[in-house]
C-alpha cells in the first residue's frame, strides 16, 4: 500500500492550504486515518485523525483551524488547514490502518513551511 501526501510548500500566516493523502487501494474499509506533524527538532504529534465512521479528533493546538475529511470515491484524505502560524510548520505525514490489519502505512510526509 502507498500513500501519497501533497499540498505543502511555503505558505504565508493567515493562509489555508489543503493536504491530501491519496491510497492506492481504497479506504471504505480503513480502521482510521490519521495526520501527524514532526517540526523541526521536535516529535512527531498526532494532528488529526477520522475513524471509519467519520469521527474526528484534532490536537488542541489546531482544534478550530484544521479539518480533517474523506474522499471514498478518490481514497483521498484531506487536511484543510486555516489561519495558518509559524508554529505549524512542519513535515505533515499521513499514516493509515485498515480493518482487521494489526499495521498500519505511513506516506512520504509534505513540507508545510509558515513563513512571511
Known amino acids: 500500500v502507498q500513500l501519497q501526501a501533497c499540498g505543502g510548500g511555503l505558505v504565508q500566516p493567515g493562509d489555508s492550504p489543503r493536504l491530501s493523502c491519496t491510497a492506492s487501494r481504497s479506504i471504505v474499509s480503513i480502521n482510521s486515518m490519521t495526520w501527524y506533524r514532526q517540526a523541526p527538532g521536535k516529535q512527531r504529534e498526532l494532528v488529526a485523525s477520522?475513524?471509519?465512521?467519520?469521527?474526528?479528533r484534532y490536537v488542541d493546538a489546531v482544534k478550530g483551524r484544521f479539518t480533517i475529511s474523506r474522499d471514498n470515491a478518490k481514497n483521498t484524505v484531506f487536511l484543510q488547514m486555516n489561519s495558518l502560524k509559524p508554529e505549524d510548520t512542519a513535515v505533515y505525514y499521513c499514516?493509515?490502518?485498515?480493518?482487521?490489519?494489526?499495521?498500519?502505512?505511513w506516506g512520504q510526509g509534505t513540507e508545510v513551511t509558515v513563513s512571511s
Open positions: 477520522i475513524s471509519s465512521s467519520g469521527g474526528s
Open positions: 499514516y493509515a490502518i485498515w480493518q482487521g490489519e494489526g499495521y498500519g502505512y
